[in-house]
C-alpha cells in the first residue's frame, strides 16, 4: 500500500528535491517549501488546550491527533516538526504573519476565513456546534434556551451564527479553561462547543452530571491552512497530497483511535472516497 512517506517518490518528490537544491545552491525567494528544507524545520500552528486534538501534555509537549498528523508531514518531508501555540483568536495572524508555515488548529473551513488564508483541501476533519449542558437543564431544542448566556473561546467561528439565529448571548473567553471555569461560577448555562469536543468530555467522569440535548448545527469541515501565497505553490500541492494520501490510505482514522476519538462519520466517507479501489 502507498504510505504518506512514499508520496514522494511521485509529484511530491519532484517538488521537494527541486526545493531541497534550491535551498542549498539557490536564494529560496518566496519559496516556502524551499526555506522549510534549507532551515530543516517544519512549523506548525496548533492548540495546546484542546484535548484530544491539541494540548500539552505533563511535560510540556504538544500531543494528540493534530500533533501526529503534523509530525508525519513534517518526517515525511525529512523535516523536524516544531508546534507553536496558537488560539482561536490569534491562529489566522499567526499564519499570514509567517511565525508559522502550517496551520492544523481545528479550523473550520469558511468562505470569511478564506479571504485570510488559503485552506488545504481535501480537508482533514469535521465537527457542528451544540452546547454542552448541565442535565438539570431540560431543553431539547434551541428555542428552549433562547436569550440565555453561553460560555465559549474567543474567535470560533460559531459563536455569530449561534447567537444571530438562536437569540443566544455568548461569553467568550481565550481559552478552554475559562469557559469551563466562568460555567462552573454561574456565568452561563453551558459550553457552546464543537459536538467533537463535547462527545469527548461526556466520556469522562467528570462531566457525568452534564448531556449534549440539542440538535448539532452546521456540520462544517476542518483545513490545514497555508498563506494565501503558498496554495498554488509547490508546499501548498504537497499539503494537499499529503492530506488526500492520509485519508486514502487510513491513516487520518488510526490516528483518530489512537487518540481515543469515536470514528466520525467524515474520515470513514473520505476513506472510502478515496481508498486504492484495486486493494
Known amino acids: 500500500m502507498v504510505t504518506l512517506k512514499s508520496l514522494m517518490a511521485g ?26 528544507k534549507a532551515a530543516g524545520v517544519l512549523k506548525i500552528g496548533t492548540k495546546d488546550d484542546y484535548v484530544p486534538w491539541s494540548y500539552r501534555a505533563s511535560d510540556g509537549s504538544f500531543k494528540g491527533m493534530e500533533v501526529d498528523i503534523g509530525t508525519k508531514i513534517a518526517e515525511a518531508l525529512g523535516v523536524k516538526p516544531e508546534f507553536v501555540k496558537v488560539t482561536s483568536a490569534n491562529r489566522f495572524e499567526f499564519l499570514a504573519q509567517g511565525q508559522i508555515d502550517l496551520m492544523i488548529a481545528s479550523a473550520s473551513d469558511t468562505a470569511e476565513r478564506r479571504k485570510v488564508v488559503a485552506f488545504v483541501h481535501p480537508n482533514y476533519y469535521s465537527s457542528g456546534y451544540t452546547v454542552l449542558l448541565p442535565k438539570a437543564v431540560k431543553a431539547t431544542q434551541w428555542k428552549d434556551i433562547s436569550g440565555q448566556t453561553l460560555c465559549a473561546v474567543q474567535g470560533a467561528w460559531y459563536n455569530k451564527p449561534a447567537q ?22 454561574g456565568r452561563c448555562i ?13 466520556n469522562n467522569p467528570k462531566w457525568a452530571d452534564y448531556h449534549m440535548p440539542l440538535p448539532i448545527e452546521a456540520d462544517t469541515p476542518w483545513g490545514m491552512a497555508v498563506r494565501q501565497s503558498d496554495q498554488l505553490a509547490p508546499f501548498g500541492i504537497y499539503i494537499a497530497g499529503s492530506i488526500a494520501q492520509m485519508h486514502r490510505d487510513g491513516t487520518l482514522l488510526k490516528l483518530e483511535g489512537d487518540n481515543g476519538i469515536a470514528k466520525s462519520a467524515y474520515l470513514v ?11
Not at 190 to 202: M, T, Y
Request: net charge negative.
Open 269 to 279: 466517507r473520505m476513506h472510502e472516497s478515496l481508498k486504492d479501489h484495486i486493494d
Open 164 to 185: 444571530e439565529k438562536f437569540g443566544v448571548t455568548v461569553l467568550a473567553f481565550a481559552g478552554t479553561a475559562e469557559t469551563e471555569a466562568a460555567m462552573t461560577q
Open 11 to 36: 509529484i511530491g518528490l519532484a517538488l521537494v528535491a527541486a526545493a531541497g537544491a534550491n535551498a542549498q545552491t539557490l536564494d529560496c525567494g518566496t519559496d516556502t517549501l524551499c526555506k522549510i
Open 190 to 202: 453551558g459550553l457552546l462547543e464543537d459536538d467533537n469536543q463535547i462527545n469527548v468530555r461526556l
